[in-house]
């Protein structure tokens, strides 16, 4: 089992499960738990309750109560030797009861799996615990879904605690932040520090400064960054800008900066005289007055941004097809840039590069009257020729460039064997990006096998290797060319044909610093592969990015900024972080700390601005600033926390110290930090009377325990089976820049119970989330499981051929091809509702995604067990009964 005994920091540690019967058997009561075990249990089981340390764990009595939950009985029951054995999996009481009823739904012929929790015994607990009867993060998230779908959230200072990430609702912003763009771990901060580290909370928050907006929400106002245009400064001590939650005196003459808590004169230009509730008379009419969030258009204006094609044309390109393919992937882009001529598309500056060993550089000028190919061969010391025309609006080069990656293919069918690393395109495109003055994007694609930046050459001749003891940790070299992007703009995306693997190399470091994206394909050999690269192509190009971007982040007096966690080169400073670029699904994680008490009455602000350069080269700042409360109880600052913002605070944090520390590390840092917040609950904050058997938990962290469980269980801090280095480092590099609805979704994906219709039927109800487990799974249903970087498609053994028919144009269960898959169009309603949910989720995932087909009982079905987050993984991780049951027992430990 994962779950390690946890010893340090607790009097008589636990050792372990040692002693608790194997035969434990489940006893549950439908609806709700009775407030004491039945009077035998005690007088049988009275011993092993006052039992000492070293004995068999404390059996949990069941337990009822206003926002608790409870842990099942569990007990033991000897049965008769001419007694029937009950149904059970490894000794665990299964509850399965046989009869017609089971069969009703079968196809004719029949089904040979009657339950396919009988067939799971990893979603069984060992303990005897009844999933069903633990919190689940799927009726939290409808219960959520339902009280504030088709409402409009009023974010304000003082408001209530916002949706749940993963909850779509209309956000109005009143003076504060809205949650798309800032989510607290905590909206009642302690007010002293010795609270703070009493909770074992961490006060945090989730900073999304580009999160997109709504088609039917405002967008955030615009001022010019100039007195004359009616624009008020921030404060001129510590640089933080103007919010509505500065404090005026002297009828506006000064305001007092709850940052620093410095008093600033404000200049006769901006002067605009208070009203009776001490606040600006024109305060409606300026957006810095009014709004938590706006955004400042300064003054000067710098190039605009380039975006750079570099295209592999060594043998292994040729050999294997995907040059030609790229080349007529990329006209195909540029037909649809073209198309959006009304736009800002057209003002677009694009260049193009080829490269083996040497660079192929293409003046496409205008002036030209065709053109012309340079070719650089000294790649270490790499100098342009030329600069002009490397980089030429779109509307100047469109039919020279489309002419050029026609002659492509056909110039390199004599290439020689002889490729290039992925670093050379990037070295030159800084190089033009220099010489132009400008930030930009650059796509390589690269079909030769990653080369190893890692390995050396010794004295003697033979390979060593450089890298460092943690597989996370990038090279060197890696962070020193990714500084140059940084201080340069950038942003490198790496499309990647070759799935060799030579030494462990992972070819994206570079990307992941620079804000760009990694892009494996297996060879663009398939039809999925070659849809996914021109949905990757699209994404790339259409996305809305910020470039040279610049974050501060200012906190009230008293709190300190002593952590950031995302995907860009740490510095020194916390408070002030530099970023190639960032798009609106990029997220960063800010750690506070107390430096000082807090003051109740005038809560705690934060601010971050973000000082960027868009596809126009105008240089613009964002501000959002959110009022987040102080109180002196322990039970408002955990009635105010939101499991999902803990779930990303805590992954963005566990995985930027993966790069020093050893996994193993981490997850018991994880599962010592959630124990002894919930003894600390249970011992501070718990008002009623409770048992030892009782599992006590705040009202919105009931599903904490599971998302934390899963994080345990995630690739990254507990590696697969199957799970390569690459695979760790890939899956790592997009979760550490996720906001908090999609690393909620990625630790507890979207399990969808598709409608299953008669031969019939056309009107189908809709798709029905249920719990990730393989308890949930009917083996004559149809299951769509979603996350940010999965789609996968569960055919039941037991699907009607009419519902087979529909979907698939097939009757035959065997006949259905696993794996990869593209579904057929067709005119039926099952076929038309799969398609449309498809489409929808696709529309809202940061990365394009394949549709994967598993079959029950095959080889394909491998795929959805790491989805299933409440069974037992099958790398070890633990289930959640038993996580959940760990946690209890050792919580209780504290307590003693």
Partial sequence: ????????????????????????????TPGAFPSSPPAE??????????????????????FCGTGRTALPSVRSQRQPAWAPSPPCINGLFNGLHLDSSNYSHLPAGGCPYLDHSVSSPSCESRYGLDPKLLPSAVQIMQDDKAEWEGKVFASEPTGPLPPLATTDCLMEDRGSASPHFIRCTSY???????????????????????????????????????????????????????????????????????????????????????????????????????????????????????????????????????LELVCQQLRMLLGFLTRDEAGDQSDLRLGLMTYDRKVHLYDLSPALSRPHMMVVMDTEELELPVWAGLLVPLRDCRDSLDSVLQQVPRLAMEAEDNPGSQELPIRAALRIFQALGCPGKLLVFHAAPPSDVTLTRGPSGFLRSAKPKSVFQPPDACISLAKECVSQGCSVHLFLFSQQDVGSAWPGHTTHFTGGGFFPYNGLQSEVDREQLNRDLRRCVETNTAYKAQLRVFVSKGLRVSGCYGAFIPGPDPTHVSMTALDGSTALALEFSHDGPLDDRRGVVIQAALSYTNAKGERRTQIHSLGVNCSNDLLDTFRSCQAQTLLTFYCKKMYARALERPPQELREELQVEVTRALACYRKHCCSSVVTHGQLVLPQFLKAFPVYLNSLRKSEVLLPGLRSSIPQR?????????????????????????????????????????????????????????????????????????????????????????????????????????????????????????????????????????????????????ASYPDFLYHLHVNSMRLLL
């Fill in 41 to 62: 249990f005690h007088a049988q089981y009275q011993g092993l309750h006052n039992g000492p340390v070293g004995a068999a764990p404390e059996v949990p009595p069941p």
């Fill in 188 to 322: 009642a901060f302690p007010s002293q520090a010795a609270a703070a580290q009493q909770s074992h909370l961490p006060l945090g928050a989730i900073v999304a400064p580009l999160a997109r907006l709504k088609e039917t929400e405002c967008p955030l106002p615009v001022c010019v960054a100039a007195m004359d245009k009616g624009h008020i400064p921030g404060c001129g001590v510590c640089g933080a800008h103007m919010c509505p939650f500065m404090a005026w005196q002297d009828c506006g003459q000064r305001f007092c900066c709850p940052f620093c808590g410095n008093l600033n004169e404000v200049p006769w230009q901006s002067y605009q005289p208070t009203g009776c509730q001490g606040k600006r008379v024109d305060s409606e009419e300026n957006p810095e007055l009014s709004w938590g969030s706006y955004e400042v258009l300064e003054m000067q204006k710098g190039q605009p941004p380039g975006l750079l094609l570099a295209v592999d044309v060594s043998s292994a390109a040729v050999r294997g097809g995907q």
């Fill in 1 to 28: 089992m994962d779950v390690p005994a946890v010893t340090h920091g607790y009097e008589n540690g636990w050792q372990g499960y040692a002693g608790w019967p194997e035969g434990a058997h489940l006893t549950s």
């Fill in 729 to 877: 480092l890939q899956l790592r590099s997009r979760l550490v820049s996720m906001d908090a609805r999609s690393t909620a979704l990625y630790f507890y994906p979207l399990l969808l119970q598709l409608p299953v219709p008669a031969e019939e039927c056309a009107d189908l109800a809709p798709a029905e989330p249920v719990r990730c487990s393989a308890s949930s799974l009917d083996p004559a249903g149809l299951y769509l499981a979603h996350g940010p970087l999965v789609l996968l498609l569960w055919v039941g053994r037991c699907v009607s051929p009419g519902a087979l028919r529909q979907l698939f144009n097939t009757t035959s269960f065997s006949l259905l091809p696993p794996g990869e898959a593209c579904l057929p169009v067709l005119d039926t309603p099952l076929s038309v509702c799969v398609r449309s949910l498809i489409e929808t989720l696709q529309s809202h995932a940061p990365y394009s995604l394949k549709l994967l087909v598993a079959k029950q009982g095959e080889v394909s079905e491998e795929v959805i067990q790491p989805l299933l987050v409440e069974d037992k993984s099958p790398n070890g991780g």
